[in-house]
């Protein structure tokens, strides 16, 4: 970062404080007029997941000289409106949402749209009438995630032979993309195929608090023998899960199969330990892409309507010596 950015970057900081405060000067400073501006709504801390993504996020405004307006909306789409509300009153030069839900933004990205401000979704998709709400979405394919998580349950089954499998599937964030997709990828592979019974599928919201609660309710509904499989939608929920069962008796990974998505490290480390079967990667680290497309927005150049990043599946069938730190 040069010195002027450095110095540039305090009063997008302050003003940013006094905007979301409910301040009145909206106007952009004589002296912000040339650097470029970003304003990013991040939808919470809930995992490392995203802690590891608002960091990369960081980490690429500055190596790009990038000012960047970062409001944490703590789980509350309102609180992300009305973030979103200010980067637009700042007149920012690009918006960066990851929106917590898919329903309810045709609003404020009409708003943002009638302003000139070019949104980039990242990570997260809106349900809007009007796909011209927004200029480009960046982020993972989550129904290929779910459908990664499926086919190694089949390669499972296979191995051990199994007959009869009793699936319980702990979701993340209710009416969110990857809750949504990661459930639809995951029945497109083994929703017709007569070994699995899904017993029921419960949220946690992607926090692990609420994915030791959902094992602890399920535990006591089914018993310590009653489920062959979880299916969980992040890593977070997943060691939550794996705390309660651990505590009951239930040697996870083995008396019963754990099926994961994200790849951050404690997980990581819990699959080389045997402890969960399969983790379906999912990359937070976003921030260079993202930024490299606000970089060519400013340029004036069209820019992809969606665009996702490489990711694989890493479970107990695979040689996992290779695989490095994961940064998150
Ligand atoms: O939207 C991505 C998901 O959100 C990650 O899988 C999860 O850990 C995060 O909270």
Redesign the pocket.
């Known amino acids: 970062m040069n010195i002027r950015m450095k110095y540039k970057l305090f009063p997008v900081l302050l003003i940013l404080a006094a905007l979301l405060s409910g301040c009145q000067d909206t106007t952009r400073p004589e002296d912000e007029a040339n650097a470029v501006v970003v304003g990013f709504s991040q939808l919470g801390s809930?995992?490392a997941?995203?802690i590891g993504n608002t960091a990369s996020m960081e980490k690429a405004a500055q190596s790009h000289g990038y000012g960047l307006m970062l409001d944490n909306a703590n789980q509350k789409q309102e609180k992300q409106i009305s973030a979103i509300r200010s980067f637009i009153a700042y007149q920012v030069d690009v918006i960066v949402v990851s929106p917590i839900v898919e329903k309810g933004w045709d609003n404020v990205l009409t708003e943002a749209r009638q302003a000139g401000i070019p949104v980039i979704l990242m990570?997260?998709m809106v349900d809007v009438k009007d796909d011209g709400l927004y200029t480009a979405y960046i982020g993972?394919d989550f129904l290929e995630e779910g459908r990664r998580a499926g086919e190694y349950l089949l390669k499972k089954a296979e191995a051990i032979n199994a007959e009869h499998l009793r699936v319980v599937e702990i979701s993340?964030t209710l009416d969110?993309t990857?809750m949504r997709e990661r459930q639809q990828g995951f029945m497109e592979i083994i929703g017709d195929d007569p070994r699995f019974e899904l017993l029921e599928s419960v949220s946690g919201d992607?926090l692990r608090s609420k994915g030791a609660e959902c094992m602890r309710k399920l535990l006591q509904k089914y018993g310590s023998t009653g489920i062959d499989v979880i299916y969980s939608?992040?890593?977070?929920m997943t060691l939550g899960a794996l705390d309660v069962l651990e505590s009951a008796g239930v040697k996870p990974g083995k008396d019963v199969v754990l099926i994961s998505?994200?790849g951050e490290q404690a997980a990581v480390d819990a699959l080389k330990a045997g402890k969960i079967n399969c983790i379906v990667e999912?990359t937070p680290d976003l921030g260079e892409q993202v930024m490299d497309l606000v970089g060519a927005l400013t340029r004036g150049e069209t820019i992809p309507k969606a665009s996702h990043p490489k990711e694989t599946a890493f479970t107990e069938f695979d040689d996992l010596s290779g695989l490095g730190p994961r940064g998150y």
């Open positions: 809930e995992s997941w995203r990570d997260r993972a993340g969110s990857p992607f939608h992040n890593d977070a998505v994200d999912c």
